[in-house]
């Protein structure tokens, strides 16, 4: 009997987690051979294995403990891989030699798929003086814009993506630049961008006093803080970046301050980390140990919880000494301080199952209560390890407890420190979830409220057809289980209806027993006022949080999956359902319907005895137009040969879906030897530009891009439109569909699972 709850669970195992020979075999023949190949490489490094595969087993059994993907994928196959998923790297010295030579250190690390994270405050600004060269320095961006065309390189050539985090510090003299640089939709598209925000600088916020902007000890410029502050709340208003670091509180926070300085995090900002850190992830999915579900005496098993964590830790630990590293200055950090970072999934989830709202005060009371009983039991656990096999190397008792974490841990934790070391220099974090949390059945991801109560979803079958499934949230299809069709309780809210600053407690009240920090992103409705929207960056402060992310639908980035439900449909009327109708797989060519729509363009060619005539014919799904084929006729035989050739290729790539708007570019570029001609007083290098102009003038037409004829001024990257609305937002990378939601700091995509954070 299969274990998993849906076919989508199954499906996101053999395509992700299932080990299989190079050609495709499987070797796990169950998950349950994925969770014994798991807990055998883990138990490996101990010195008695035999005694701890069966603890380890346990703990994955039931989904309950959910490592991050690389370790489920990797772990156990005797493949060259790394077990970690992030990094940051080293800091960038302020020269040439020495930029470029951390953009190699990037692209090896990227090249194993690991996602990476950079400060950039440490490049001189735009227009400082070079010594030496009797020039100007180009100043930070330009090079980010390196590391943009590299990692976009590193994916052509097919590896897998590795995303990218970039982070500028409050006062340095580019950072009005910075902050507006995804002004331009087609800049640092594989870049989030983070601003390091200090706490002077909020001082100076609260205080609408002066704020210098400095570099090497030279003021380029003084702004007004609050002026700045608006800068960047108005451009991540319109654009949903940047984001916000706290970073001044993520140094005073963090045990190791007395040996390390943090500025820069992973690019889905969980994991702040020094030069050369790595993340190690792994969830406890809360659901599983919640006991009598929506009964009046539900609630979490405490005594279970403190059992999974001890041995969630032990089995984290472990796989420091198990992975490979891209870098050998990453190996060393991690066995300097053995991170690691236990976070949680199904949080949403288990408060329905006990009751509670997601927001509420009671909720946050409870989410509080959870994270401190989960923190508590990781450091006890990392003591007992500490006393059985030693501390982290860079373990200093005064300086660690001395943070502002250990400040506010209980007595007992403090001393069992005190006495005997701990393993780990830091235990806790809350990573995105999005594909591990749908492997284990669609529970709730990380600490984010229930996206929504169920969706279709297109599911790749063993035959290679694709067949439609319901993908039902995890604590709705219990509730269905136990309550037939009953309607939802009141209760039950999801991130379309949540208010932002509910959005803010959440996090606020489980990053106070995070020593790490959170992925989350907090859902703001497209029609929320600015100063509503600045409230949440504030409350954010206020309420102590490391960081803070916010999406609000727009323009550049589009919208977040929507509804197919009445906007006016409570939870208890109709669970909604998420549109998944409209997926365009560029794997699988669309199938062509008996009838479609078309126009037939007429070329004249000067020259030529004959005009071409062009004809492109639409396929509309959902409701929205996209170029489906091109026929190319003409009575000069001198064409026949190219003509079907191109046609033939360019139909094929349209009936793939996702952007095909670069076959505009492509074909515009062409230049004719013997020279091109006026059109409509332009002038045309080849006759193969102008089919291109003609394809181009038939998208705008459709709505498919925007710009104005023969003269295209849309990004290469142009997104779908609906005609007569705005973008649609980017396709998905993997699956060409539209379906891109923002979860946790990271877009992923709710059709084939895809992360832009790996």
């Not at 995303?163 to 870049?191: G, N, Q, S």
């Not at 190690?280 to 098993?301: C, Y």
């Not at 705008?700 to 849309?714: Q, T, V």
Request: glycine content about 8%; proline content about 5%; hydrophobic content about 40%.
């Amino acid at each position: 009997m299969s274990r998993f709850s849906a076919p989508i669970a199954e499906a996101i195992w053999d395509m992700k987690y299932r080990f299989k020979e190079a050609d495709g075999t499987p070797i796990d023949g169950s998950v349950e051979d994925s969770w014994r190949r798991i807990a055998r490489a883990l138990a490996e490094v101990e010195t008695d294995p035999a005694a701890w595969e069966g603890p380890f087993y346990e703990a994955l059994e039931g989904f309950r403990f959910l490592p991050a993907g690389r370790i489920t994928a990797g772990a156990g196959t005797g493949r060259q891989v790394t077990l970690f998923n992030c990094f940051v790297m080293g800091t960038i010295p302020d020269t040439m030699a020495g930029i470029f030579e951390s953009l190699k250190e990037a692209a090896l690390t990227m090249q194993q798929g690991g996602g990476i994270g950079y400060d950039f405050s440490t490049i001189r600004p735009r227009g400082a003086p070079v010594a030496g060269v009797a020039a100007d320095a180009s100043g930070p961006l330009s090079f980010m814009d390196v590391w943009d065309a590299m990692c976009r390189t590193i994916m052509s050539a097919g590896s897998r993506r590795g995303a990218m985090m970039a982070t500028m510090r409050c006062d340095h003299p580019d950072i009005e630049a910075f902050i507006e640089a995804k002004k331009d939709p087609a800049r640092l598209r594989m870049f989030n961008l983070s601003v390091l925000v200090t706490d002077a600088f909020m001082a100076a916020v609260k205080a609408d006093g002066p704020w210098e902007l400095l570099f090497g000890g030279r003021v380029y410029h003084t702004v007004q803080a609050r002026d700045l502050w608006n800068r960047i709340m108005r451009s991540t208003y319109d654009y949903a970046e940047p984001g916000v670091i706290f970073i001044d509180r993520i140094n005073a926070m963090n045990n190791l301050g007395y040996c390390e300085t943090i500025a820069a995090t992973n690019p889905c900002g969980e994991q702040p980390l020094p030069p050369y850190g790595a993340c190690l992830l792994g969830s406890i999915n809360l659901p599983t140990l919640v006991k009598d579900a929506f009964d009046a005496h539900s609630s979490l098993d405490m005594a279970a919880l403190d059992r999974l964590v001890r041995v969630a830790v032990r089995m984290m630990d472990n796989v420091v000494d198990a992975s490979r590293f891209p870098l050998p200055q990453q190996a060393q950090e991690a066995a300097a301080k053995r991170r690691i970072g236990l976070g949680v999934t199904g949080l949403a989830d288990a408060l329905l199952m006990v009751g509670l709202r997601y927001g509420s005060d009671e909720a946050a009371r409870v989410t509080e209560i959870w994270m401190h009983a989960i923190a508590r039991s990781a450091y006890l656990a990392s003591v007992d390890l500490a006393r059985e096999k030693g501390a982290f190397p860079l373990f200093e008792a005064e300086g660690y407890l001395a943070s502002g974490t250990m400040q506010q841990m209980d007595a007992e934790v403090r001393d069992a420190i005190a006495r005997h070391g701990i393993r780990n220099a830091l235990l806790t974090s809350v990573a995105p979830t999005g594909t591990i949390s749908l492997y284990a059945g669609n529970v709730s991801s990380g600490i984010e409220p229930v996206f929504a109560y169920a969706y279709t979803r297109k599911v790749l079958q063993k035959d290679g057809s694709r067949t439609e499934e319901e993908v039902v949230d995890y604590a709705v299809r219990l509730w269905r289980e136990k309550r037939g069709d009953a309607p939802l309780p009141e209760h039950f809210v999801n991130a379309q209806t949540l208010p932002p600053l509910d959005h803010v407690r959440m996090q606020a009240a489980a990053q106070k027993w995070v020593d790490s920090s959170i992925s989350k992103t907090i859902n703001c409705p497209v029609d929320i006022s600015f100063d509503d929207f600045k409230e949440v960056y504030m409350a954010a402060w206020d309420q102590g949080c490391k960081g803070c992310t916010t999406y609000r639908p727009n323009d550049v980035t589009g919208s977040v999956l929507t509804v197919s439900e009445a906007s006016d449909k409570t939870p208890a009327e109709a669970p909604q359902t998420a549109r998944g109708a409209e997926v365009v797989y560029l794997s699988e060519p669309l199938d062509r319907p008996a009838a479609l729509e078309g126009q037939t363009y007429k070329v004249k060619w000067p020259g030529s005895e004959h005009a071409l005539y062009i004809t492109i014919n639409d396929i509309v799904i959902a409701g929205h137009r996209r170029p489906f084929e091109v026929f190319i006729n003409s009575k000069n035989m001198e064409h026949f040969a190219w003509t079907v050739a191109l046609t033939r290729m360019i139909s094929a790539v349209f009936r793939r879906g996702g952007d095909i708007s670069f076959v505009v570019e492509e074909l515009k570029a062409v230049f004719d030897p013997r020279g091109g001609a006026w059109m409509e007083g332009k002038y045309i290098p080849s006759i193969l530009a102008a089919i291109g102009g003609v394809i181009e003038r038939h998208l705008i037409e459709i709505g498919f891009i925007e710009g104005e004829g023969l003269g295209l001024k849309s990004d290469p990257k142009a997104e779908l439109m609906v005609v007569g609305e705005a973008p649609r937002g980017a396709a998905c990378p993997a699956c060409g569909s539209y379906d891109l939601r923002m979860i946790e700091g990271c877009l992923t995509c709710g059709s084939c699972g895809h992360s832009k954070c790996g």
